[in-house]
C-alpha cells in the first residue's frame, strides 16, 4: 500500500485556484485572504492510494476519523465520523465488488480527503481505473421493510452525506461525496 | 393422581462478535452461521454490543442468518451495539423492524 499525505506548508497544491490562495505575506493559518475558519487550515488534503481488497479498508477508516478530530466545532463528532466512515467504505466496496469485480494486485483505489473551507465540508473523491460506466440512477433502493442480503452499499451512501456525484470517463470512474460539516 | 414430567429444552446460540464486522470480516462471519445451521442450529442470539463498526456486508450477513434461521422454524434476535452510531445505522436500514432487538442478552433470550 502507498499512503501519501498532504498538509498545508509541505505539498504542492496544483489544483488550487488563484482566488483560493492566501494573500502573499498572509498566514495560511489566519484565513484573513479567504475568510476560512483558522482552525480549519483552509486547504487541508489527504491523499491514499489503496489496494483494491477489502483488505486495508479499515485504515481508510481510521484516516478519515483522525482527519476529522483535527476539525473544531463539530457537533457530534464521533457520529459524524462513523457516518462518513461508513459511506466511503461503502463506495470502495462498490468500487471493488462491481467496477473492478476481481482482485488483482494492480487494481487501485485513489482516495482524495479535502476539508473546504467555504461552505464548510469534506469532499471524499474515489477514483478506480476499472473502465466501464454505470448509472446511479437504475440502482433501486432497497425494500427496507423486509431484510435485503443486498442493496443496502448505495443507499447508505446516499444517506449519509449531502451530495453523491458519479462520472465516468477516459476509463476513470469518479465518485464525489460531499457533507456538510 | 398420575402425572406425566416432560422436558422441553430449548437451545439457543449466542453469537457475540467483537470489532468490526465488515467486507473483510463478514466471509468469515457467514462461515460459523453455516457451520452451526449445518448442525440443525435455528435460534440464535446475535449480541452485537462489542461490535464497533458494521458495513452493509455485515448486514447481509445478518440477514442471511435471519432468513435461513426462520425457514427453517427459527429465529435471530440482536442486541444492540453500545457504539451510538452503529444503533443509528440499523435504525436507518430499519433493522429495527427486520429483527427483535433487545438492550442485552437477557432480554434477548427472554424474547424468544
Given at each position: 500500500m502507498m499512503v501519501s499525505s498532504k498538509v498545508p506548508g509541505d505539498v504542492e497544491q496544483p489544483d488550487r485556484s488563484p482566488a483560493e490562495r492566501p494573500a502573499e505575506g498572509a498566514s495560511s493559518r489566519s484565513g484573513s485572504s479567504t475568510g476560512c475558519p483558522a482552525e480549519m487550515n483552509c486547504y487541508d488534503t489527504i491523499r491514499?492510494?489503496?489496494p483494491a481488497t477489502y483488505k486495508y479498508l479499515n485504515i481508510l477508516g481510521a484516516c478519515l476519523t483522525e482527519m476529522?478530530?483535527?476539525?473544531?466545532?463539530?457537533s457530534d463528532p464521533e457520529v459524524l465520523a462513523y457516518n462518513l466512515q461508513l459511506a466511503v467504505h461503502e463506495t470502495c466496496t462498490n468500487i471493488i465488488n462491481h467496477a473492478y469485480g476481481e482482485t488483482r494486485p494492480e487494481n487501485r483505489i485513489e482516495i482524495t480527503l479535502k476539508l473546504e473551507p467555504i461552505p464548510r465540508s469534506l469532499i471524499m473523491e474515489l477514483q478506480d481505473t476499472a473502465g466501464g460506466a454505470f448509472d446511479l440512477s437504475k440502482i433501486a433502493e432497497p425494500n427496507l421493510e423486509e431484510g435485503q442480503i443486498h442493496g443496502y452499499g448505495l443507499f447508505l451512501i446516499r444517506s449519509l452525506v449531502d451530495e453523491v456525484n458519479y462520472e465516468s470517463h477516459s476509463g476513470k470512474n469518479i465518485w464525489?461525496?460531499?457533507k456538510k460539516l | 393422581m398420575e402425572l406425566t414430567i416432560t422436558e422441553h429444552i430449548v437451545r439457543i446460540n449466542i453469537i457475540a462478535p467483537q470489532g468490526r464486522i465488515d467486507a473483510f470480516c463478514a466471509p468469515e462471519l457467514r462461515k460459523q452461521f453455516?457451520?452451526?445451521?449445518g448442525k440443525?442450529?435455528?435460534k440464535?442470539?446475535?449480541d452485537l454490543s462489542a461490535v464497533t463498526f458494521l458495513d452493509s456486508a455485515g448486514m447481509a450477513a445478518?440477514?442471511?442468518l435471519l432468513k435461513a434461521a426462520r425457514e427453517a422454524g427459527g429465529d435471530v434476535k440482536l442486541v444492540w451495539p453500545k457504539e451510538e452510531a452503529a444503533q443509528r445505522i440499523l435504525r436507518l436500514t430499519r433493522f429495527d423492524r427486520v429483527f427483535d432487538i433487545a438492550d442485552n442478552q437477557k432480554a434477548a433470550l427472554s424474547s424468544f
Open positions: 491514499l492510494d489503496l476529522l478530530s483535527r476539525v473544531e466545532g463539530l464525489r461525496l460531499v | 453455516e457451520v452451526l445451521l440443525n442450529e435455528i440464535f442470539i446475535l445478518l440477514v442471511s
